[in-house]
């Protein structure tokens, strides 16, 4: 049985869950119908301030034509005491306008008097939307059924499709005979100084978006007419109207021979959505047809041909019928429906035939209303009885058909099936009643529960606080002690117990240390304190230590940034290393073979070419990859949970099954979430985002004496620099021309091309990935050039995949360095592919007492000759972490060894590669 708090905390969730899942804006007033507590679903939507809405300032985010009407209705609703129900438009925080219909109750007393209005709004503007389109494209229709002239058909096309985008413009021009030239045919929202200019538009592979679209008789997608080739002719008469971004689609006849364009164009540079190329591909179908229609009306006026030809492309249901309600044609999709396979098969049937016989009467007496009043009938519900006796809905339009002299002569009608929407409908409906009935059936509760929650969780902290002070006090003396004695001369018996005493004990504080932090998580008093630190290095730290724990397991550990990080970061280091060595801990525990994956990549690089990087904060992303057990989809929410393991199914697993439900927690806490996508048997994948503010790098750690290049042997070189990005660009100009070099930069491949054929340079330093020519093909053009085959080209890509560096190669790149790029692995390239003798100059560091490579103390110092020929292996592998443990097993096995171990890991953890190797090779020399 469940105990009340757990009863209490049970109910509170579900109600929070409810509100959560409910896609309306919940809201209360007080008896008198004002509002005098905080509605955050209403200041979420409208971006109103709380004070705004207060009483009867809510109103002032309903639409001006609408207010007065919703201002009486509610006064009305509040004096009667009566279910008010009304339909408005609301202003949203972008400011515009969105259709809701309102529900609101009264809250009665036990003595009948209001204490609280409770209510809910219902965005209903797709709806709105699809009615007012779907309503219009029946009005489209009819006109093209009248015979209405192209010109008013496609303006009254044109403003119902804008009416559905908000800020697009539309156009549609006209293919000549020849099929060279466009012409103007509608664009009733665009300025005439647009249709003059493009009357005559040539069509060719460069002539903007709508010439281009005709001639390679495919959409043609151009989201900035300012910057694209395509339009480099037709910029001038572009930029004073104001249009920036325009989208051209081809508009083709059934027999797909292409009738003009419907050109789409907004006033800011941007990129169609799903949504809007759906709502384009309507126009230019609908469009096609009324084009189509008026040329066949010219040579088939009055065909029944013509008029099937054009009804079978759309998806609407098309019938007509004469005087007596006898089916002379319809389109294909009716006849299908009908269990026809076509459209011929109908003709001489009645509804009887077609449908049931309580339909059939329906329909017929639907035709003999728009036959007699000779009005159309548009866009009503009906019920159907589906052919396996179940009920639809459908939405129909039917007008009356007319002879040249304007008699009845018949019906023309459409319908669309919409039971899926009918049955969404009555599902909301559903939820709305049941949402009401929980809100007043919990509130009551929520209001105690909220009181004893409250006493409970202080009284668990001061239990737990207690708790782990009394557990900390013995636990202090266990492991200080068991690290002690570990250092003394002891047997191998006594040895390992000491290190089982200090494991169990290094256990049992985590497990304090977890319960406590879930424990002020929980209560809301965790905080952050975040500090300035050294990123990289920080990073660096976690990634060794969590190798070396890999690689005892058998384990391959990658650690991965893909994208250049800031050097400075402020955060809270602590939380920040708790969440990531949780995860990659993790990782490693339950994965029996494989590799672990550490990646950390900035998401934000956009912006640091519009503003300065200190004051762009960096939007981080955390990813650690497995290719562990898995865990199953429905167990993916459980392994958040307190005490819970993934592990558990398939034996113990050691751990205190809080660290992911801590980490998720911390990641909310500074503003991330945690996510996990994860298969069964193929391994996990754990990541998150976060922003955190870029500063000035912290100071780097001591330096201790070491060389610097300063310059090389031989005449001048000359490199080109080619990167799209300018940051890019600058930092390899800076290492080169700190060397020596004379650079010179380009920004994309098609320049770099040009430049590298008038400087013939020594050296090109080309990103991968760039506009108009990439630096693949790049590549292959510059080497084609007899004049350039043996110059040095060398890949700079943030790319680190196998794939790339491997294409690269076949490209014709010497050597492939991913960013961000250390200057001595490109010193290393350069050196080697350049044949370059750098200059040194010898850079000491007082601060810190370490003997000089060369010096005389360093064979008293270095470890024996065999040791130094490992370690100058390892640097030339660049195997870095290896060196570090080496250096650590040196400090060991010999006190001695201290000063030269303490150098080596510090030039490894400062990635001082081509350092190391000159100092290995020196050592050796001494020996």
Known sequence: MLSQSDQIKRSEERYQSLLIATTQIVWTADAEGNVTEDQPAWRKFTGQRREEVMGQGWLSAVHPEDRERVRALWSQAVKMRQHYVVEYRLRG???????????GVPILNSDGSIREWLGACTDITERKQAEALRTGQSHILEMI????????????????????????????????EDGQHLRRGAAPSLPEIYNRAVDGFQVGPQAGSCGTAVYRRERVIVTDVLTDPLWGKYREFMEPIGLRAC???????????????????????????????????????????????????????????????????????????????????????????????????????????????TMAEIYRADDRRVMETGRAWINYEEPQIKPDGTQGWLTTSKLPLRDQEGRVIGVLGTYEDITVRKQAEEVLLRDRDYLEKVVRARTAELIEAKERAEVANEAKGVFLAKMSHELRTPLNAILGYAQIFQKRDLSCEVMNGLKTIQHSGEHLLTLINDILNLSKIEAGKMELYPTLIHFPAFLEEIAGGIRSHAEERGLTMIYETPTPLPAGVEVDPTRLRQILLNLLDNAVKFTEAGRIVFRVSRLNLGELAERPQAAVPARLRFEIEDTGMGIATDHLEQIFRPFEQAGKATGHIEGTGLGLAISRQLVQLMGGSLQVKSELGRGSRFWFEIGLPVKAAVAEATRLPRRLITGYQGPKRRALVVDDIGSNREVMVGFLQGVGFETVEAR??????????????????????????????????????????????????????EEDQSQSQEAGYDAFLSKPVSWPKLSGLLEKHLKLDWDYSEVKDQMVATTEPGAGKTEALAPPKEELTRLLELARMGDLS?????????????????PFADRLCELAQGFEEQEILHWMEECLEVK
């Open 93 to 103: 925080q972008d400011g515009s306008y969105r259709y809701f219909v309102v529900n």
């Open 145 to 176: 059924a009248a015979g209405t002239s192209l010109e008013d058909t496609l303006i009254d096309l044109m403003l119902l499709i804008e009416c559905q985008a908000r800020g697009m413009l539309c156009s549609v021009l006209l293919l000549d």
């Open 247 to 357: 989208w051209s689609t081809p508009i083709f006849s059934a027999q797909n021979k292409v009738l003009g364009t419907f050109a789409v164009y907004y006033r800011e540079p941007r990129s169609p959505t799903l949504a809007e190329l759906r709502l384009v591909d309507l126009a230019t179908h609908i469009a096609g047809i009324a084009m189509e229609h008026k040329r066949a009306r010219a040579e088939l006026f009055n065909s029944r041909q013509m008029l099937q030809l054009v009804l079978d492309t759309i998806p609407q249901r098309v019938f007509w019928k004469d005087r007596n309600s006898v089916y002379v044609g319809c389109n294909k999709p009716l006849a299908l429906d009908c269990g026809y396979a076509d459209s011929n098969e109908i003709r001489g049937k009645t509804d009887y035939e077609t449908a049931s016989a």
């Open 748 to 801: 994309d491949g098609r320049e770099g091309i040009r430049l590298a054929g008038e400087m013939r340079p020594d050296l090109i330093l080309m990103d991968l990935y760039m506009p108009v020519i990439d630096g693949f093909e790049a590549a292959l053009r510059i080497r084609q050039i007899p004049e350039l085959r043996g110059v040095v080209i060398i890949a700079i890509s943030a790319s680190v995949s």
């Open 882 to 898: 290896a060196m570090q443990e080496r250096a650590t097993q040196l400090k060991t096995a010999d006190e001695g060894y201290i």
